[in-house]
């Protein structure tokens, strides 16, 4: 079965730090750009971060510029979102999504429809 599979999530306090993680089964992720979206239940999808199919081009929202960092390894076919300095504001379902797409490009939407696959999403819980 082809699908992402998100895992790391978990309850830390303000100013902690937590690594997502996302691993494909089924799908070489080498020739996908991938992003992380996440969802406060209470606010629609917002884009967090991007990476293009060889890992040489990231970019990262403006709200979790510096704090935190995405990246993959292709050889173990698994997605990172490397989290610093977590705020409450950072309270969210996060997803893993990729993107059928080769060289420098980035996927940088919101939308479930612009990718191709779409993890189940892994909750992070800033508080103190």
């Known amino acids: 079965e082809e699908q992402l599979v998100e895992s790391g999530g978990g309850l830390v306090q303000p100013g902690g730090a937590l690594r997502l993680s996302c691993g494909a089964s089924?799908?070489?992720?080498?020739?996908?750009?991938m992003s992380w979206v996440r969802q406060d239940p209470g606010k629609g999808l917002e884009w967090v971060a991007a990476i293009n199919n060889d890992g040489g081009t990231t970019r990262d929202a403006d709200s979790v510029k510096v704090r935190f960092t995405i990246s993959r390894n292709n050889a173990k076919n698994t997605l990172y979102l490397h989290m610093n300095n977590l705020e409450a504001e950072d309270t969210a379902m996060y997803y893993c999504?990729?993107?059928?797409?080769?060289?420098?490009?980035?996927?940088?939407?919101?939308?479930?429809?612009?990718?191709?696959?779409w993890g189940q999403g892994t909750q992070v819980t800033v508080s103190s």
């Open positions: 089924g799908i070489t992720v080498s020739g996908y750009a």
């Open positions: 999504a990729a993107r059928l797409s080769l060289g420098q490009n980035v996927a940088t939407s919101n939308r479930p429809s612009d990718y191709h696959y």
